[in-house]
Every structure is written in structure tokens, then in C-alpha cells.
């Protein structure tokens, strides 16, 4: 293990040395006969970053990788490795490497030969020792003189892994490299690839419908929908100031409520939200910001404060009242409440059971509440309802 | 048997449960029983050609098989044109079966539903309408081990065709994406991932198309002119009294088989044993 993480860090200071390293895709489409599955994307993912692309089935986000793995062929635009062009490159002659959904393992070939297969076609010296090596970083050293069908499936995964990295690619595409495995695994895999993925300071580019493991694993987060990247950054900022509402739904719970522009103060937005006036910082409204204009107000619900009607809540100013509990399901460590405004729209409200504040009931009426600061302002053109149970596959 | 049952009840039960076990083993029996003749036949010591009968235990027709060269020559044109035909049978076959599998080209489905076309027909038909080409081609005095030959591809193929592409529609796409994104080449791809997985199948393929060949009789008969296969001179003396000798060659044909079937089923149990490990 020691000699992998030695030589990945040789590896990485001197792919850090060449100037302008990752990937980059340009204006890059796929049509199909019946759909365009990729619209002109445009994506940078700096070398040595953990990137994750996110997005329900059918977004486009496995067509995107299959391009950049060569089993694809894009119907126009570039795809880059540093100064090189690959686009039209063929599979065979690309850095890249993929870990594939099913793992694609070679059933008539044993663990060993598994992973030494790029490092033969490649005709490498030193095989052997490179193989142990790696089969030692997946903890797979016993098993290398078995057949894939012998394996359980978390270990067929970590040989999916080593068979692609043990080539040094540029860049290491994993296509939902754990949607079979069970979640308890799936859990403890997600912690072992990044540890991997840490030692040996590769580019990793991971495909994945789950927003939960995207979130964990990635520096940074691509969120795709229908060929196009909605949103593109760090999980938390993803999360904390999403700029659609596709994002806002698909990434975690949010409530959207709609509002009216009442102007700019400074630098903050005031909105008229069903009567009551709510102030949103600049750089959380994602809106023109007219006199008039129409937008959705975006809470996430854990972020929302319930209260006993009439009772000050902290955030003085933002304070709503009217509401009626209409559903409690107490969860253990949070309770979740819907809640009933006036305007007949349900909030949903997550309550950490902190045992500081009691427990409403069903029926009972209440005031909600939230920091202006953690609320964001969206485009009343986007579908309110974007994102929402899509992450299931 | 419980205590509660009425005689009646009892004696339904006893058959029911022995009844089947009998008929099963009647069924066995009807299916091996001439089987057991020919292997009994080949160390019988007949008193005469004509009489088809038990006289006595020799190993003679073992030891000396030849005895009527006849037989050995139309042995020997079989296995040549077995041979032959199997191997450009499962050569052609294998092709095709890619073809319809991997690549879109118009006409495919009906390429695929015409390829079950010569197995769906009769034999005579098939028999009667190669001679008529081959006649009509100019080729009724030449009629022979080549014309045999052909006719013999001819039908292997479809079976061929069948078996692999069974074979290679079950192969995970996957598997020769990945050898590509590992660096192999078209070339290498096919030798070291898509033809040890499809291998299988085409040596399934082989083994039919050789007994398909080995054993015709009808399409054989048909095109052969002059020439006489195993089959052809097994049906020629059955009038005048077969050589004891036809039931060795029977014999070791049928040991042959047993052995295959055998050897393949060990190799797959001894796959699930490593499995299990």
C-alpha cells in the first residue's frame, strides 16, 4: 500500500506541474434519433478533484461519461484532457478508465488477470508487482486467484476499481459505481473510495442519481437535468443557495412559495409573501428583482422555527403566523410537521428534537418562522414541482 | 400409513406412489433397449447374415471391424465429410451469427427469421429441390462426396447460426466495452474477451452440425450419386444382411457421445464446486 500511495504522489505532483491538466468539455452534444440526451455542455473539472455529476435518469449525466470514455460518440463539440484533444479519439487510446454500473468484470479471467489486463495490453513491465500492489490497496490479495462469480459484490466492485485505477488514468470515471450494492455497504464503499481516490490523487469523475452520496463524496457537484447542468459548485453551497428550483427539490426538501417583488433594499430583495414582507439577501435571489415580478420564496425545512401562536420566535421580523399543524411524524432524533398557512399551501418543517422546545400536536395553530439570510428568491418561470421524487431510479 | 385410511384409500396411495416409479422406469426402459441391442449385437458371433439373432459371444467384429471394407470406406467418406462440412458449417455460422447480433443492416429481421427457413422444412424437400439445382446446374453426373458436402453445410448452418447466436446474444455488451476502455484494441478485444466467452457455444455448434452430418440419410441419399456414407450403406444391407460389424461402429459412436455429455457435465460441476469454495 505504501509503495501505490508513494508513487500516486509522485504522480500527482508532477500531473500538478503540467499546466492546464483536467478535463474539459466544450459546447459537447449528443443526439439520439428520437432526443438530444447532452445540450452544449460545458464542464472543467480541475485535476486531482473528486467531481460528481447528479441528476435523475435519463439526464444525460451517463451518455456525458460514455463520451469521455470514448464509448459514445458525440454528435458535436470537444472534449479535452489538458492540451489534448481526445473527441475522437478511440476508447483504447485515452487515459481514462471506467468503472462500470454491472462492473463489467471478465468472467473467464481469475482477480489477477482482471486487474493486470490494461497493464498487459499496455505491455508494462513490472506487471506482478504492480498487480499485488493494488490487489493489497483493495484488500483483494487473497482472493486474486478467483473468478469474478466468486466474489460477493462489494469485493467484485473494489476489483472494478482496481482493475480501472491500477492504470494510472488522467481521469477515473465511475458510472454509479454502487447502485447494487445494499446501503449498508454502499455506506462503507463511498468512505473507501474517497480514501482511494485520496491516496492516489487521481481524477475521479462519478455519475450517480443520489444526491446523498454525491454530496458526501465530491468536492464538487454538477447537477444535471434534461442534457443541461443546472448548477455547479461545492455540496454546501449547492445545497444552502440552490438557483432553480429543480435544484432546490432535488437536492434535499425545500418549501417554495410564491411571492411579489416588492423592490431592492440595498442590497437585499423585499418580497411580499402572502402578506407577509420578507427580505432576502442579493446574493440568494436568483431573480431580475423588478417592482411586480412574481418569484418563488425557498425554505428549506429544517430551517423553519415553529412556535406557539403570538409567541417571539428569534428572527424577529420573518415571523409568519395563521399556521395549523396537520401532520406530525415524530422521526427520533427530528420531528417533521406539515403545516397549513392561510394561503392553503402545506409547509413542511423539520424540528430537531432537542427537548428545549415541545412537541405540537395535530390541529394545534402555530407560528413558523426563519432568518432572512437562510431563505432564497427564484424565477416564478421554473416549475415549482422540478426535482421533486426524482431521485429514486 | 395413518391409522385412519380405508383400504381403498390405502391401496390408491400404494399405487399412486409405485405406479409412476414403474412407468418411469418402463419409459428408460423403451428408450435404451435398443441401445442395449446394438452393443449386445456388436460381440455377437451370428450363424448366419440373414437371421438377426443372439447365437453366441465373440470379440471378433471388435477385433477385426473392417471385415467388409465396404463399410469401413463408407465409414471414413462420413467422417471425412463430417468434418469438412462442421468446419465450414461453424466457421460460416459463426460469422453470421455475429453479423445478426452486433450489426444493423436492413433485412436483418428477415435474415434472422429466414435462418430457421431449412430447418423448418423437410428434409425431402430440402433433398429433392439441391438435386434438382445441382441437376439443372449441370451437375448430375458429377454428383458425389462434393455435392454431399455442400448439401451438408448447407443445412449444419442454420443450427450453427442458432446455437452461437444464443451464445453471443447472452454475452454482457459491457464486457468488450470495458477491454476497449482497458486499452485492447478491436483485435485484441475479440481474442482475449469476445471469443473465450462465445467459444462455448461455438464448439456446442461443432458437435451438433458433426452428428447432423454423420447421421443424414435422406438429403445424403439424394445427392449422392455413386457414392455411399455410413448411413446410406447401413440402409443398403439391411435388405440383404447387416455385418455385425455396423453395431460396433454403433457401439463406439454411442460411447463417444456418452463420454461428451459426461465430460461436460463434470466440467460444470467441477465450476460450481469452485464457486461454492
Same mark, same amino acid.
Given at each position: 500500500?505504501?509503495? %501505490?500511495?508513494?508513487?500516486?504522489?509522485?504522480?500527482?505532483?508532477?500531473?500538478?506541474?503540467?499546466?492546464?491538466?483536467?478535463? =474539459?468539455?466544450?459546447?459537447? +452534444?449528443?443526439?439520439?434519433?428520437?432526443?438530444?440526451?447532452? =445540450?452544449?455542455?460545458?464542464?472543467?473539472?480541475?485535476? !486531482?478533484?473528486?467531481?460528481?455529476?447528479?441528476? /435523475?435518469?435519463?439526464? !444525460?449525466?451517463?451518455?456525458?461519461?460514455?463520451?469521455?470514455?470514448?464509448? &459514445?460518440?458525440?454528435?458535436?463539440?470537444? *472534449?479535452?484532457?489538458? &492540451?489534448?484533444? *481526445?473527441?475522437?479519439?478511440?476508447?483504447?487510446?485515452? /487515459? %481514462?478508465?471506467? %468503472?462500470?454500473?454491472?462492473?463489467?468484470?471478465?468472467? =473467464?479471467?481469475? *482477480?489477477?488477470?482482471?486487474?493486470?489486463?490494461?497493464? +498487459?495490453? +499496455?505491455?508494462?513491465?513490472?506487471?506482478?508487482?504492480? %498487480?499485488?500492489?493494488?490487489?493489497?490497496?483493495?484488500?483483494?490479495?487473497?482472493?486474486?486467484?478467483?473468478?469474478?462469480?466468486?466474489?460477493?459484490?462489494?469485493?467484485?466492485q473494489r476489483v472494478a476499481l482496481a482493475r480501472a485505477i491500477i492504470n494510472r488514468p488522467e481521469v477515473l470515471l465511475l458510472d454509479e459505481p454502487l447502485g447494487a450494492l445494499d446501503l449498508k455497504l454502499r455506506r462503507s464503499m463511498q468512505i473507501e473510495i474517497k480514501r482511494i481516490q485520496t491516496e492516489v490523487g487521481l481524477t475521479f469523475v462519478h455519475v450517480t442519481h443520489d444526491q446523498e452520496e454525491a454530496m458526501t463524496m465530491a468536492d464538487t457537484v454538477a447537477v444535471m437535468n434534461a442534457g443541461h447542468i443546472e448548477q455547479m459548485g461545492a455540496p454546501a453551497e449547492l445545497y444552502e443557495n440552490p438557483q432553480t428550483t429543480f435544484v432546490a427539490n432535488f437536492l434535499g426538501q425545500s418549501n417554495l412559495i410564491e411571492g411579489t417583488v416588492r423592490g431592492r433594499d440595498g442590497e437585499d430583495v423585499k418580497v411580499d409573501m402572502q402578506g407577509t414582507v420578507v427580505t432576502i439577501p442579493g446574493q440568494r435571489a436568483h431573480v431580475a428583482g423588478n417592482a411586480g415580478d412574481l418569484g418563488w420564496v425557498g425554505i428549506r425545512p429544517e430551517k423553519v422555527l415553529i412556535a406557539e401562536e403570538g409567541q417571539v420566535i428569534d428572527a424577529p421580523g420573518n415571523s409568519i403566523p395563521g399556521g395549523v399543524v396537520t401532520d406530525v411524524s415524530f422521526v427520533g432524533v427530528s420531528t417533521q410537521y406539515l403545516v397549513r398557512m392561510p394561503w392553503g399551501q402545506e409547509l413542511t418543517v423539520f424540528e430537531q428534537n432537542t427537548g428545549r422546545r415541545r412537541l405540537f400536536a395535530k390541529g394545534e395553530r402555530v407560528d413558523v418562522s426563519w432568518r432572512p439570510e437562510y431563505a432564497f428568491l427564484l424565477d416564478h418561470t421554473q416549475d415549482r414541482a422540478a426535482g421533486r421524487d426524482e431521485d429514486a431510479d | 400409513m395413518s391409522p385412519g385410511m380405508s383400504p381403498l384409500q390405502r391401496m390408491g396411495r400404494w399405487i399412486g406412489q409405485h405406479l409412476v416409479l414403474a412407468g418411469g422406469i418402463l419409459v428408460l426402459i423403451y428408450m435404451f433397449v435398443p441401445i442395449f441391442v446394438v452393443v449386445l449385437m456388436s460381440f455377437n458371433d451370428p450363424k448366419s447374415r440373414l437371421v438377426y439373432r443372439f447365437d453366441g459371444f465373440t470379440l471378433q467384429n471388435w477385433l477385426n471391424p473392417c471385415a467388409?471394407?465396404?463399410? @469401413?470406406?463408407?465409414?471414413?467418406?462420413?467422417?471425412?465429410?463430417?468434418?469438412?462440412?462442421?468446419?465450414?458449417?461453424?466457421?460460416?455460422?459463426?460469422?453470421?451469427?455475429?453479423?445478426?447480433?452486433?450489426?444493423?443492416?436492413?433485412g436483418r429481421s428477415v435474415a434472422n427469421l429466414a435462418i430457421f427457413l431449412p430447418m423448418a422444412s423437410p428434409e425431402i424437400v430440402l433433398g429433392s429441390s439441391l438435386l434438382a439445382l445441382f441437376v439443372a446446374a449441370g451437375f448430375a453426373g458429377q454428383l458425389g462426396f462434393w455435392t454431399i458436402? #455442400?448439401?451438408?453445410?448447407?443445412? @449444419?448452418?442454420?443450427? $450453427?447460426? #442458432?446455437?452461437?447466436?444464443?451464445?453471443?446474444?447472452?454475452?454482457?455488451?459491457?464486457?468488450?466495452?470495458?477491454?476497449?476502455?482497458?486499452?485492447?484494441?478491436?483485435?485484441?478485444?475479440?481474442?482475449?474477451?469476445?471469443?473465450?466467452?462465445?467459444?462455448?457455444?461455438?464448439?456446442?455448434?461443432?458437435?451438433?452440425?458433426?452428428?447432423?452430418?454423420?447421421?443424414?440419410? #435422406?438429403?445424403?441419399?439424394?445427392?449422392?450419386?455413386?457414392?455411399?456414407?455410413?448411413?446410406?450403406? $447401413?440402409?443398403?444391407?439391411?435388405?440383404?444382411?447387416?455385418?455385425?460389424?455396423?453395431? $460396433?461402429?454403433?457401439?463406439?459412436?454411442?460411447? #463417444?457421445?456418452?463420454?461428451?455429455?459426461?465430460?461436460?457435465?463434470l466440467n460444470r460441476r467441477r465450476q460450481e464446486k469452485a464457486l461454492a469454495r
Open positions: 500500500m505504501s509503495q %501505490v500511495a508513494e508513487s500516486a504522489e509522485t504522480d500527482g505532483s508532477t500531473g500538478a506541474g503540467s499546466a492546464g491538466s483536467g478535463l =474539459h468539455l466544450r459546447n459537447l +452534444r449528443k443526439e439520439f434519433a428520437a432526443f438530444t440526451a447532452v =445540450h452544449d455542455l460545458d464542464l472543467d473539472v480541475p485535476s !486531482g478533484s473528486f467531481f460528481a455529476l447528479l441528476g /435523475p435518469s435519463g439526464c !444525460g449525466k451517463t451518455t456525458t461519461l460514455r463520451m469521455v470514455a470514448g464509448l &459514445e460518440t458525440p454528435t458535436s463539440g470537444s *472534449i479535452a484532457l489538458g &492540451e489534448r484533444d *481526445i473527441t475522437w479519439e478511440k476508447p483504447y487510446r485515452r /487515459p %481514462v478508465n471506467t %468503472v462500470f454500473q454491472n462492473y463489467a468484470l471478465f468472467p =473467464h479471467l481469475d *482477480i489477477y488477470e482482471n486487474v493486470a489486463f490494461g497493464l +498487459r495490453r +499496455r505491455k508494462r513491465k513490472d506487471v506482478e508487482r504492480e %498487480v499485488d500492489a493494488m490487489l493489497e490497496l483493495v484488500e483483494l490479495t487473497s482472493q486474486a486467484r478467483k473468478k469474478p462469480a466468486q466474489l460477493s459484490g462489494g469485493q467484485q | 467388409d471394407a465396404a463399410m @469401413c470406406s463408407a465409414v471414413s467418406r462420413s467422417i471425412q465429410i463430417g468434418l469438412l462440412a462442421t468446419l465450414i458449417a461453424t466457421v460460416l455460422g459463426t460469422m453470421m451469427a455475429f453479423a445478426l447480433v452486433r450489426h444493423r443492416f436492413h458436402l #455442400i448439401a451438408h453445410i448447407m443445412f @449444419c448452418l442454420s443450427f $450453427v447460426v #442458432i446455437t452461437v447466436r444464443a451464445r453471443l446474444a447472452g454475452l454482457d455488451n459491457n464486457l468488450e466495452q470495458a477491454a476497449m476502455d482497458l486499452y485492447a484494441n478491436e483485435r485484441q478485444t475479440f481474442l482475449r474477451v469476445t471469443f473465450p466467452l462465445v467459444f462455448p457455444g461455438i464448439l456446442g455448434a461443432a458437435l451438433l452440425a458433426f452428428s447432423l452430418s454423420f447421421d443424414d440419410f #435422406i438429403i445424403t441419399n439424394l445427392n449422392a450419386g455413386n457414392t455411399t456414407t455410413f448411413p446410406m450403406y $447401413v440402409w443398403g444391407v439391411a435388405q440383404r444382411g447387416v455385418p455385425m460389424q455396423v453395431n $460396433v461402429v454403433g457401439t463406439v459412436m454411442f460411447v #463417444i457421445s456418452v463420454a461428451i455429455v459426461v465430460g461436460v457435465e
